[in-house]
């Protein structure tokens, strides 16, 4: 279970300690919190062998003042390029309602000492159902986590019930471009799946995820479902057209205040067959925001830390009307959970 709250991400800073010249010989990054601190969740550490030979060392995570996370180290063994998941235990914590946890992990070994700092969240749905209806005073018990790109917000909550999953993302923005208003429109582009599924990396294997897309049409808005977990990723590689993806099972409204779009949705849990409704369940939830006249595109996946190794062409859709930058996004499996009360 993961409690998503209100949220300044920073990236994550890495210091090294090592020979002139030499560079760091692994990579590291924390997850997000599958419990809040203060309910013993577990610290989840990714490490990554950056050199060619094979890695002996030990990991140390350290947490805000007053926290106690066991053991004190942890020893890790890796082969050359390997990379491995790392498991703390947060055994006394505190919740802060900025949802910002300062978190220091520390790899020595190979020679050197590799310092990662990085603000880490929790990120989960409380259970909750929510009216969507385009009006937002019933999302005050979610637990919002916000991150910033080129000085715009984006803020992602999200509720569950037995028959849906709920979200609202509230993107500020200087102005918002409806689906086919031009050649390219602003967008939320949503994938879900099953925390043990990866990416796959060759145009035949299929999708492994859902994916939707919510746009606004001038009305209360539309969805479109741009993949589900037996789509071919060589379908997703290329440009389609939107019209024919159109998915009315989507429940979701859209609404404009002032600088900042919202867009809310309520997704049936009968659609996403692999992702179990239950207290404490896990599970991958990423996204995606097309502001194209303005910031551009806005990657959760950088928010939470994901390495630039992870940047993957097949991770998302590609659709007419989008605008994707350069570089392509970061991949879509970022924890999410289900939680019973932020409380």
């Known amino acids: 279970m993961r409690i998503a709250v209100l949220v300044w991400l920073t990236l994550g800073t890495v210091l090294a300690t090592s020979p002139v010249g030499a560079a760091e010989p692994v990579a590291l990054r ?4 599958t419990l809040a601190p203060a309910h013993t969740p577990q610290a989840v550490v ?17 947490g805000p003042a007053g926290w106690n996370i066991v053991p004190a180290e942890q020893p890790v063994s890796l082969a050359p390029g390997q990379s491995k998941r790392v498991v703390f235990t ?11 946890y300062a978190m220091e992990v520390t790899a020595q070994g190979a020679g050197a000492s590799v310092v990662h700092r990085q603000d880490v969240v929790c990120a989960s749905a409380p259970y909750f159902r929510p009216e969507i209806d385009g009006k937002f005073g019933d999302w005050k018990d979610a637990i919002p986590a916000t991150f910033i790109t080129a000085g715009k917000k984006t803020t992602v909550s999200t509720y569950w019930n037995r028959r849906t999953f709920a979200m609202l993302v509230a993107v500020e ?14 967008a939320v582009q949503v994938a879900i799946s ?10 035949d294997q299929p999708a492994g995820r859902y994916e939707f897309l919510l746009v606004t049409d001038g009305g209360r808005g539309k969805c479109f479902q741009l993949a589900s ?24 409204a859209v609404a404009r205040q002032g600088t900042l779009t919202y867009y809310e949705c309520a997704i049936p849990f009968k659609t996403l067959a692999d992702i179990r409704p239950g207290e404490g369940r896990e599970f991958c939830l990423s996204i995606l925001v097309h502001d194209p006249d303005g910031t551009g595109l806005r990657d959760w996946g950088h928010a939470a830390g994901l390495w630039p190794s992870e940047r993957n062409r097949l991770a ?15 991949d879509n499996k970022t924890p999410w959970g289900l939680c019973s009360s932020k409380y």
Do not use: H
């Open 173 to 186: 923005e200087d102005q918002l471009v409806a689906w086919q208003q031009g050649a390219v429109c602003d």
């Open 194 to 203: 099953p925390d043990d599924t990866p990416t796959g990396n060759s145009p």
């Open 229 to 252: 977990p037996d789509t071919k990723l060589a379908e997703v590689a290329n440009d389609r057209e939107l019209a024919p993806l159109a998915f009315d099972k989507v429940e979701m």
């Open 316 to 330: 998302w859709s590609r659709w007419v009307g989008a605008k994707w930058g350069p570089e392509p996004p970061f």
């Open 30 to 33: 924390v997850g997000s919190f």
């Open 46 to 62: 990714m490490v990554k062998n950056l050199t060619a030979a094979t890695y002996q060392g030990a990991l140390r995570v350290r």
């Open 90 to 100: 947060v055994q006394r914590g505190t919740i802060v309602e900025a949802n910002s």
